[in-house]
């Protein structure tokens, strides 16, 4: 049996990882997992660590759910692959549409699959782009985006994403994306400003932006219902309504990227539900297996779907687009969401204690902001907790907190500075006190580090020869 340090070595040697220094990687050694059950994974050390990210904001249920296994082996004992091209498909594939139409908002009526959020959010862009086309109004190609926004790592997902380091080593990015101020209270707001009018300060930055570029070339208006990769930011309950009522009236489409704010996370099958408002496309992945499969959807109402099916074919797809396998699991992941009602127990119990105990550091000297909503949350580190001043970049705080949580055996994601959780919806009440407790640990732990004195250095030419 191959030991940690025998697939550290292969590791290093073959693997390149995704958003890593490889330097820095194969210096220190990854994390070698191997075995996981609800909230916990194991490495190869016998470790057992607290996931406080749900893998990648995705293993809802939780790990280790046999029946989602048993559900791909039956599947693929029965028919482990077919495509959906050539006027076929499989059961699953066409079952699994017809459940995600029943779950999603009033007014969607078809589903398109893909393998990734990636994937689904560039299936977007041509369903948005092509649909305006046959409306006879090809001009509208442009889609207006947020600073910060995450939609993907594939060129067109990358594009329309608000990423600076992202879009640098694009090199040469995609037109027809713009980029606005996003909902962030925390970076944005002026002084003495309320929440619901900078809730509509941001939402006026996208009419802003539509009348500035001219509605008659605007095709969409895209954003995650709270952004995660970006830093959990949340917005004001006056923004997704002012946004959609701005969209409506200039006949522009709207978008919500669900790859994260899907199936629970934030208290509703679909965070549009919980922002409270109705958007004509969304894209969703992760959470639609708990990651138990890659699989994403894109949704589309009426409107869109009448649109795209006057124009004859429409020349995309998949190899793996519905895949049967990928699809039976998602159905028996669904199941389970709605068997054991874990939608409703983020709204009603676990989200509202998660939020409890996730405030009880807002007083710690390194805390600047404590945020959340539903199961998703974030912690915002600074230098200075009066002002919210924030470290020097060079200081890679953010990094150095993540660092501390995985040698305490627990899992907290960086953005910059910005601490993100997003535990599976399976988490108990003493397994939030635990994480919650490890936290505090490292954030305690942290503050010391930066507060000890910088060692002194002899001056040059002063060592013992």
């Not at 830093?231 to 946004?243: D, F, K, M």
């Not at 907190?401 to 959780?421: E, K, Q």
Request: with cysteine; glycine share 10%.
């Amino acid at each position: 049996m191959a030991t940690t340090a025998d697939l550290q070595r292969l590791d290093s040697a073959h693997h390149l990882h995704p958003f890593t220094d490889h330097e820095t990687l194969r210096r220190e050694g990854s994390r070698i997992v191997v075995g996981g059950e609800g909230v916990w994974v194991t490495d190869t050390d016998g470790r057992r660590i607290l996931d406080g990210m749900s893998g990648l904001w995705c293993v809802n249920v939780g790990y280790g759910r046999e029946e989602l296994a048993e559900a791909a082996c039956r599947q693929m004992q029965q028919l482990a692959y077919y495509n959906s091209f050539f006027k076929t498909t499989t059961a699953p594939t066409v079952q699994l549409a017809a459940h995600l139409i029943a779950l999603a908002p009033p007014g969607f009526s078809d589903v398109m699959f893909a393998s990734s959020g990636s994937e689904a959010n560039d299936t977007a862009i041509r369903m948005i782009r092509h649909f305006w086309a046959l409306q006879g109004k090809p001009e509208k190609q442009v889609i207006i985006s947020r600073h910060g926004a995450y939609h993907g790592s594939t060129i067109a997902g990358a594009s329309m994403g608000g990423m600076p380091a992202m879009h640098g080593q694009l090199h040469v990015k995609l037109g027809g994306f713009h980029h606005v101020m996003p909902p962030y209270a925390f970076e944005y707001a002026e002084p003495g400003e309320d929440e619901h009018d900078f809730g509509l300060r941001a939402a006026r930055a996208i009419e802003e932006a539509i009348l500035e570029i001219g509605p008659d070339r605007v095709a969409a208006v895209v954003g995650e219902p709270v952004m995660g990769a970006g830093g959990v930011r949340i917005p004001p309950s006056s923004y997704w309504p002012a946004v959609e009522a701005i969209c409506r009236h200039h006949d522009v489409l709207l978008h919500a990227d669900e790859v994260i704010t899907g199936f629970g996370r934030l208290g509703h099958w679909f965070g549009c539900e919980a922002l409270g408002f109705t958007p004509d496309v969304i894209t969703c992945a992760k959470a639609i297996t708990s990651g138990y499969q890659p699989l994403s959807a894109v949704l589309i109402n009426k409107r869109v779907a009448e649109g795209l099916m006057q124009g004859g074919e429409f020349f995309h797809g998949y190899t793996h687009s519905g895949h049967p396998v990928a699809c039976a699991v998602a159905l028996a992941n669904l199941d389970i969401l709605e068997r054991e009602g874990l939608v409703e127990r983020v709204r009603d119990h676990i989200g509202p204690y998660f939020t409890q105990q996730l405030r009880t550091l807002a007083d710690h000297p390194l805390i600047g902001e404590v945020r959340s909503f539903g199961l998703i949350g974030a912690l915002e580190l600074v230098a200075d907790k009066a002002t919210r001043r924030r470290f020097a970049a060079e200081a890679a705080v953010g990094i150095r907190c993540r660092d501390l949580c995985f040698a305490h055996d627990f899992v907290m994601r960086a953005v910059g500075d910005t601490m993100v959780l997003a535990p599976p919806l399976v988490i108990s009440e003493a397994e939030v006190d635990e994480l919650i407790r490890r936290i505090g640990s490292v954030l305690d732990r942290l503050h010391e580090e930066l507060q000890a004195p910088p060692v002194a250095l002899p001056l040059a030419g002063s060592l013992t020869r």
